[in-house]
């Protein structure tokens, strides 16, 4: 069976009010997600993971390079067909609030699509929306609401039932659960879990939150400055990173423990994220990597499969973490 | 229906404003029926009179009934703020949404547009189509329309350019909506609070605009009375007669003021995050 989603050396850039710089958000991403599984993309703020997903849905056009769909090229389509084919592969956003149109009652944000869909009469797809926004818990009598009478997961909510009503067979999860409440993320988690199961759904799940992915994901793909440093098995890479700076976020991870029982030693990274607008030469992470060499300035390295599903780009993968240098 | 009563019961400034709105309306339309003078019947041995039983709010420099003069001017000024406004609704609108929506060439050859008509006065352009289409009180306010239309567009313009970025426009485009969708469900209702408001302030400005066009005697046309012709006759007997300018005077001030009151109710009332729980 074919990818759900498929990118191809993908490229997002942008150009500065005056065009005269190019802020390159998404610098030459491939991956292939299979159906039904959940794809975590982590990374710091500012390394392109949210247009990356934005691009996925066909909200930003790639730059360069190619993303497939089905195996299909979206951009190929035109027109009517091109947004017909949207229903398909979906987006919940970060900002519950922003994503919901302020001066629309909840019940008609969630048949939104479904009118735009034109399927059946205005009754039956009335009832849809108040079944969907019942399937993720609101009770019916939210639906005649605005959202500024809702809670901000109650928010959420709404725009994961929203999602739903269109039955989509990919959904990009777009820090979902960054802007709630502690208290409520877990639950928020839960019910996405639930709902992948029952509606057969693979998520693209963008996160800064290691312990959001590792609770949630399949895979993973690291991501720093518009590319991929690292991708595998969740667990896998969460045992034993390849990469620097995985391990660098993996040891940044708040342990619940009092610092003496704390295990090994934090690694912090010095500095800030550069410009995507002036990535380093070579590796892009060597200017706040503890083991970049000569060779890391000079030459770019390459993303290769340096185990049976593993795929990592540094010239030392595997041989500088956990402290092993050779 | 129901929600329009209970909106005016709650809100005295919206309910006064749209009273005095339906009082003029009352007026313009009954005319005939409760003015107590015929607006053109001159009677030359009683002129410039002052407020007596016969004459309400007294007589003109002809002799002529001031009261049955403002009841029949109603619809005239009426008429012509609304046709002003009217087209640069139709004009500005549509034109300020594609600028902002589209952006681009578009917005660059509009902005250019909307800029070039900024820089008309009104009431020059007015008499300039006027002299082109012929004298009359239609053709004049379509004229000031045409230049009040730019105000319009821009606001709309920069209105759309600010809710165009908001997270439900994307969401609604991964929907698979279309531009029209998106435009009249999403923009503008969120980008037309602004506009409503400034949309009272030209159909007061309109009724000035109508005002000086009579003025300059290139809208109604005499003998027909309309406020603003009212008023530019009352100027030229200030010194003798100067309480003749308040009939037509506080009858532009009061309609102006309705329909700004009655902007800013609306604006409250369309936002349902402004709504009283």
Request: proline share 6%; hydrophobic share 45%.
């Amino acid at each position: 069976m074919t990818s759900i989603v498929e990118a191809k050396d993908l490229r997002v850039h942008f150009s500065t009010s005056g065009g005269a710089e190019t802020v390159k958000a998404v610098d030459g991403v491939s991956f292939a997600m299979n159906r039904g599984e959940t794809f975590g993309v982590i990374g710091e703020s500012g390394s392109g993971k949210s247009t990356l997903g934005r691009a996925v849905v066909c909200l930003l056009k790639p730059t360069a390079g190619a993303i497939r769909l089905d195996d299909a090229d979206p951009y190929a389509l035109s027109g009517a067909a091109f947004r017909k084919n949207r229903r398909d592969y979906q987006i919940v956003f970060q900002d519950p609030n922003a994503a919901l149109n302020p001066r629309m009652r909840i019940r008609d944000s969630v048949r939104e699509p479904l009118d735009i869909l034109g399927e059946g009469t205005r009754a039956e797809r009335n009832a849809r929306a108040v079944a969907v926004l019942d399937r993720v818990g609101l009770r019916a009598e939210f639906a005649e609401r605005y959202p500024h009478e809702l809670s901000g997961g109650q928010k959420q909510r709404v725009n994961i039932a929203r999602v739903l009503t269109l039955r989509p067979k990919l959904v990009v999860c777009d820090e979902v659960v960054a802007a709630l409440d502690v208290s409520i993320q877990a639950d928020m988690l839960n019910l996405f879990a639930d709902l992948q199961r029952e509606f057969g759904l693979t998520y693209l799940f963008i996160t800064h939150d290691l312990g959001v992915v590792s609770h949630i994901s399949d895979r993973v793909a690291v991501m720093y400055l518009g590319k991929f440093m690292e991708m595998g098995g969740a667990d896998d890479i969460a045992e034993r990173p390849l990469h620097p700076y995985t391990e660098a976020l993996l040891s940044a991870e708040p342990v619940p423990l009092p610092s003496h029982l704390r295990s090994g030693q934090r690694i912090v990274l010095q500095g800030e994220i550069p410009s995507p607008i002036s990535p380093p030469s070579g590796c892009r992470f060597r200017t706040r990597c503890p083991f970049a060499e000569d060779i890391c300035a000079s030459s770019e390295p390459e993303w290769r499969e340096l185990e049976p599903g593993r795929y990592v780009a540094c010239h030392f993968a595997g041989q500088v973490t956990k402290g092993r240098k050779s | 229906m129901r929600g329009v009563l209970k909106w005016l019961r709650r809100d005295l400034r919206a309910a006064l404003s749209v009273g005095f709105l339906l009082l003029l309306l009352g007026l313009s339309l009954t005319a005939p029926i409760v003015a107590p003078h015929s607006p053109t019947n001159q009677n030359v041995n009683n002129t410039l009179h002052e407020p007596d039983a016969a004459h309400p709010l007294g007589t003109d420099d002809l002799g002529r009934d001031v009261l049955s003069r403002l009841i029949y001017g109603a619809p005239a000024t009426l008429y012509a703020s609304f046709l002003a406004v009217g087209v640069a609704i139709l004009l500005g609108v549509p034109v300020g949404l594609l600028a902002g929506f589209l952006g681009g060439w578009v917005d660059d050859i509009i902005s250019r547009i909307i800029d070039t008509l900024l820089s008309f006065p009104a009431i020059v352009l007015a008499i300039a189509v006027t002299g082109a289409l012929g004298v009359g009180l239609t053709n004049g306010m379509i004229a000031v329309g045409i230049v009040f239309s730019p105000q319009l567009a821009r606001l709309v313009r920069a209105q759309t350019l600010i809710v165009k970025q908001e997270l439900y426009v994307d969401a609604a485009r991964v929907f698979g909506a279309s531009l029209g969708r998106i435009l009249w469900k999403h923009i503008v209702p969120n980008a037309i609070q602004p506009v409503i408001v400034q949309v009272t302030l030209l159909l007061a400005v309109a009724l000035l605009a109508e005002a000086s066009l009579s003025f300059l005697g290139l809208g109604v046309q005499p003998p027909q009375p309309s406020w603003g012709a009212m008023l530019a006759r009352a100027y030229h007997y200030m010194e003798i007669a100067p309480e003749q300018m308040y009939a037509p005077g506080i009858a532009i001030l009061l309609t102006a003021l309705a329909f700004n009151a009655l902007g800013e109710s609306l604006r409250v009332a369309l936002d349902p995050t402004m709504k009283r729980r």
